[in-house]
């Protein structure tokens, strides 16, 4: 039986044992509504501020800035229609980028048709933004930006604290929202330090359940509801709070701040050894984005010019090495990355890419083979394609 190496955790990461054990005992023992008056509902209800304490904790928030949802895509459209709509007196302008996830793209693209202005700032080769792009892109009726701190197809990241403060220095009324799905248990996040008001985060990609995440909504921040109900999450996101996926959600961080804490194999050592061993193996590999040893710590965008990126990726499993090639989200479409278009890729590098995402969970000791399998899996396709 081939051994399993799991290389997509950009996409989602597998729970963890202590997550699981968690979230049975949600869904068979402490199973109350959290707004029951009997000891079952205390007991949830109970679990539920614990949780609430750990996530805010770890990006040093205050736990009612911390409003659970369904996950990142939910927080990304409460948070920029929310925003949008209780500004929308103040003016109709918004900024964004043209890397950011499907799920803010098309929150932008919808505010467009119902008459909003939007810009998309450009990026460089690396998939960073120019700052004074961004300055200069600033009208008087702007009243939302919206930037990801890290792209999930190439690692970019941008520099969330620079622009924060400059907003709040310069613009103190526009609204500063973040996707930080890719980033959220990875790399240090500091929203109320970096003058962020909105965040959003994802329970699946840190080894929680899927159906779970965040929005941080900074202390005097408003926002309209998108749904309507019995007035959970303090009227921001009504409807029965999911308990088992926040209990499992503050039991990744917790487990995640204790992997922090013990020196072992860091993601980014793992990754250069990664990218070193691949280099050594595959000569001919390209880099997409950020050069190796900057961008984020878990995503190495990788292509092999002349080789289609999806027959790389279903050989490479065969062999046992789940990767991908892009974002889950628009995997399954035919059109060019949108990413990779805005750094310039050209139409070789763009269908020989694939992407490698790293997780806790990985070692250096179990990625060691990877390099050779990836030179074999290579040098197979191309005997495919000569026949």
Partial sequence: MIEKIYLDNAATTQVSRQVADGVFRCLTEEFGNPSSLHHLGLQSERLMKDARNIVAGFIRAEDKEIIFTSGGTE?????????ASARKRFGNHCITTQIEHSSVLNTFAYLQGEGWDVTYLSVDKNGSIDIEELKNAIKDNTVLVSIGHVNSEIGSIQPLGEIGLYLKRNYPDIIFHTDSVQSFGRLDLKPGEWGIDLLSASGHKIHAPKGIGILY????ISINPRQWGGGQEWGIRSGTENLPGIVGLG???????????????TLSEIKAALVKGIFKAVPEAVINGPEPGMGAPHIVSLSIPGIKGETLMHVLETHGVYVSTGSACSSRKSDKSHVLSAIGADKLVAEGTIRISLSYLNTLEELSCIPSILRAAIDQVKKYTRR
Wanted: charged share 30%.
């Fill in 217 to 220: 909504v900074k202390n005097g």
């Fill in 75 to 83: 927080s990304n459209n409460l948070g920029i229609l929310g925003a």
């Fill in 251 to 265: 039991k990744a961080v917790s487990w995640i701040k204790e992997i922090k804490a013990k020196e072992e194999d």
